[in-house]
T-cell receptor, first 113, second 114 residues
């Protein structure tokens, strides 16, 4: 199974942009790159996903390297509510063709007021 | 309007007991999942059902038995509870299998086995 590597923790000042990196050098051509975040005492929350092209939504932007071996989640202006664990995930297919979402250890983002 | 709801939110029980956790989604999704998050915060998939059919079973002890009466519900029954079963259990749902569709999670059930 292809795996992802993320820094254990990062810090950001409030209202500044945050770039959360993720390496996935063994990604296969059909793996989607997903980002989720988990706030304290809550379930994981979907943030964004992409396959090859960069993606934007109301929460964040996802920049995917041309070779797809790395990606970066961009929060344009960090707020205190963005403090969470951010997971970069590759959705894998099992033998039946069904996607399986496997979580790694994630990056704990601390936002400093 | 809760999209994925789990009950109960907290469950405290003794070793050897049998307990169930219920999950319901109102998103019209065709696939549901159970995840376990242990004390080290590591999230691990346990089961997945598509249209009431088991499609993922991640080497979970057979004391754990998921049951899906319909597409909107996936319950988890645990027999002979052990101390190591203490964790937070998350239910999730998604649709459009294999096309990278996102998962929607519930807020979890914290199970404590004493």
């Amino acid at each position: 199974d292809a795996k992802t590597t993320q820094p254990n923790s990062m810090e950001s000042n409030e209202e500044e942009p945050v770039h959360l990196p993720c390496n996935h050098s063994t990604i296969s051509g059909t793996d989607y790159i997903h980002w989720y975040r988990q706030l304290p005492s809550q379930g994981p929350e979907y943030v964004i996903h992409g396959l090859t092209s960069n993606v934007n939504n109301r929460m964040a932007s996802l920049a995917i390297a041309e070779d797809r071996k790395s990606s970066t989640l961009i929060l344009h202006r960090a707020t205190l509510r963005d403090a969470a664990v951010y997971y970069c995930i590759l959705t894998l297919r099992n033998s039946g063709g069904y996607q399986k979402v496997t979580f790694g250890t994630g990056t704990k983002l601390q936002v400093i007021p | 309007d809760t999209a994925v709801s789990q009950t109960p939110k907290y469950l405290v029980t003794q070793m050897g007991n049998d307990k169930s956790i219920k999950c319901e989604q109102n998103l019209g999704h065709d696939t549901m999942y159970w995840y376990k998050q242990d004390s080290k915060k590591f999230l691990k998939i346990m089961f997945s059902y598509n249209n009431k059919e088991l499609i993922i079973n991640e080497t979970v002890p057979n004391r754990f038995s998921p049951k899906s009466p319909d597409k909107a519900h996936l319950n988890l029954h645990i027999n002979s509870l052990e101390l190591g079963d203490s964790a937070v259990y998350f239910c999730a749902s998604s649709t459009i299998l294999g096309k990278g569709s996102p998962l929607h999670f519930g807020n979890g059930t914290r199970l404590t086995v004493t």
